[in-house]
């Protein structure tokens, strides 16, 4: 059974950094996209970041660049979002998710809730 499980979040001030887990499990992960994506309350989806699946190059949000590192550990098959600089705005449900052949992030997380407090 294809599983993504993201955790990590948690109530963190303005300014401090927080490490979100991917951690993925029935499927050969690194042979996928991983991306991640955030919900903030009232607005919609935004993806932030991504590892690709061939050559596991790293993207970022605009929006967010400079503050970002996505990594990933093979051995553990998971895939790190560490986040810096935290700002309340920041405050969303963050997503991990795997893009599929079918051309879309078709595996999701569950999601983990960062809040960040002024």
């Known amino acids: 059974e294809v599983q993504l499980q993201a955790y990590g979040g948690g109530l963190v001030q303005a300014g401090g950094y927080l490490r979100l887990s991917c951690a993925a499990s029935g499927f050969d992960f690194d042979s996928y996209t991983i991306g991640w994506f955030r919900q903030a309350p009232g607005k919609a989806p935004e993806a932030i970041s991504c590892?690709?699946?061939?050559?596991?190059?790293?993207h970022y949000a605009a929006s967010m660049s400079g503050r970002l590192t996505i990594s990933e550990d093979n051995a553990k098959d998971t895939v790190y979002l560490q986040i810096n600089s935290l700002k309340p705005e920041d405050t969303a449900v963050y997503y991990c998710a795997a893009y599929t052949s079918y051309g879309s992030y078709d595996y999701w997380g569950q999601g983990t809730l960062v809040t960040v407090s002024s």
């Open positions: 590892i690709s699946s061939n050559d596991r190059t790293t």
